[in-house]
């Protein structure tokens, strides 16, 4: 089946689901009035709001509440599946999305029942007819969607609040493999002191803990294409030898390189793509 452009905001179903499959893109600033469970079954996402990113890796899925302001980006290819939920026909969100002011995204682990859920959603796309079954499922899933977000993963990483600041953490990512604080702090127009200061009340984190998972987070993606050694990905993201990597990489994620390696390029069954607008 072509793939068909679809104006999200213009839907007024209840709830559906889409299936994006999209080369490597850079996405517009945007919003929608529906809530939003995106599931990502191949490929790196890179969603962006405000003063914060998150990566959506293979197999894992985003709470996007209504009304978020956000964008998305990948740098190679991926595979989507969302499910837009209405927010008046179900209420039973609204604590949550009313509580995520400051973490607005929250990336989960999807579980075998999540994962059933989130693929079964495609066959109710934005221009079918709801139905009973429609209906059961995606209040399921809202039912669900609480205790699968306490099951939130650390895939996100602060970008920070002021120029100067914004400024030496996105130097910090472009130059993943070298960079260190004394350097992001003479790019930031600081002494070391206060850019350790700064660094804390703007990300809530210190430079170590804020570098390394930078580094964790650049490493997924890498890690998903199998045409590349994992000690390579490793000496990509600044480690120098494959076990501090692993080891590092492990304690952030909770799988080894190679475990997350083998689940982000499983084949996932395909389906008909509808791409959105917006």
């Not at 209840?14 to 009035?33: I, K, R």
């Not at 120029?163 to 130097?171: Q, T, Y």
């Not at 000496?235 to 190679?258: D, I, K, M, W």
Request: glycine letters at 4%; one cysteine or more.
């Amino acid at each position: 089946m072509a793939s068909q452009e679809i104006q999200v905001d213009a839907v007024t179903l209840p709830a559906f689901a889409l299936v994006d499959e999209l080369p490597p893109f850079d996405g517009q600033w945007h919003s929608h009035q529906q809530h939003q469970v995106l599931y990502c079954t191949s490929g790196t996402l890179l969603l962006a709001t405000g003063d914060r990113s998150w990566w959506l890796p293979p197999h894992r899925a985003a709470w996007i509440p209504a009304g978020v302001r956000h964008r998305a980006s990948a740098s190679g290819a991926v595979l989507l599946c969302t499910s837009y939920l209405q927010p008046a026909a179900f209420p039973q969100l609204d604590a949550i999305a009313a509580g995520e002011v400051a973490r607005p995204v929250r990336v989960f682990a999807v579980t075998p029942l999540a994962r059933a859920l989130l693929m079964t959603a495609r066959r109710w796309p934005a221009d079918c007819t709801p139905d009973v079954r429609s209906a059961h499922l995606f209040q399921l899933m809202a039912t669900l969607l609480p205790e699968w977000l306490d099951e939130e993963l650390p895939f996100d990483l602060p970008t920070g609040r002021t120029e100067p600041m914004i400024r030496a953490l996105a130097w910090a990512v472009t130059s993943i493999d070298t960079a260190d604080a004394t350097r992001a702090a003479r790019i930031a127009a600081m002494s070391p002191r206060t850019f350790a200061r700064r660094m804390k009340e703007e990300t809530g984190d210190s430079w170590r803990a804020w570098l390394t998972n930078a580094r964790m987070l650049i490493a997924m993606p890498f890690l998903a294409d199998p045409n590349r050694s994992i000690t390579d990905v490793g000496l990509s993201v600044g480690y120098e030898s494959p076990a501090a990597f692993s080891f590092a990489f492990r304690r952030f994620s909770g799988q080894s390189p190679r475990a997350f390696r083998t689940l982000a390029v499983r084949q996932t069954a395909g389906s008909p793509s509808r791409r959105k607008i917006g």
